[in-house]
């Protein structure tokens, strides 16, 4: 079983950066997929970006140009840490962002931006950006 935490939200001003955290263990050995979600209250959950046990990334249309998924380091393949640094933060990015995570190497195409395609869930960390 596959455990996941984010940590890291909170309120911000329009124009400002925020930075989230994802801690995962208990990954099988071989590759796995770890991701962010987001989803704002009356809208569906969808993807920001995945990202590969290897460090190999990927980035959804919703805010490609102002966000960047890393890795960092683990001594085990059992677990692993994935940040989402968030740029030039504006009013509608406000929503409840998600930590994903799947045993296996991700999704090839826009199939790897399904939120079906992911087992493991955090509880979610709120992000609010205000005016």
């Known amino acids: 079983q596959v455990q996941v935490a984010e940590s890291g939200g909170g309120s911000v001003q329009a124009g400002g950066s925020l930075k989230l955290s994802c801690a995962a263990s208990g990954f099988a050995l071989g590759k796995h997929c770890m991701a962010w979600f987001r989803q704002a209250p009356g809208t569906e959950r969808e993807a920001v970006a995945v990202i590969d046990s290897d460090g190999s990334a990927r980035y959804s249309d919703s805010m490609s140009d102002r966000v960047t998924i890393s890795q960092g380091y683990s001594s085990t393949n059992a677990e692993d840490t994935i940040y989402l640094r968030m740029n030039r933060l504006k009013t509608e990015d406000t929503a409840m962002y998600y930590c994903?995570?799947?045993?296996?190497?991700?999704?090839?195409?826009?199939?790897?931006?399904?939120?079906?395609?992911?087992?493991?869930w955090g509880q979610g960390t709120q992000v609010t950006v205000s005016s």
């Open positions: 994903a995570a799947v045993n296996g190497a991700c999704a090839n195409g826009r199939g790897g931006y399904l939120s079906t395609v992911f087992f493991y």
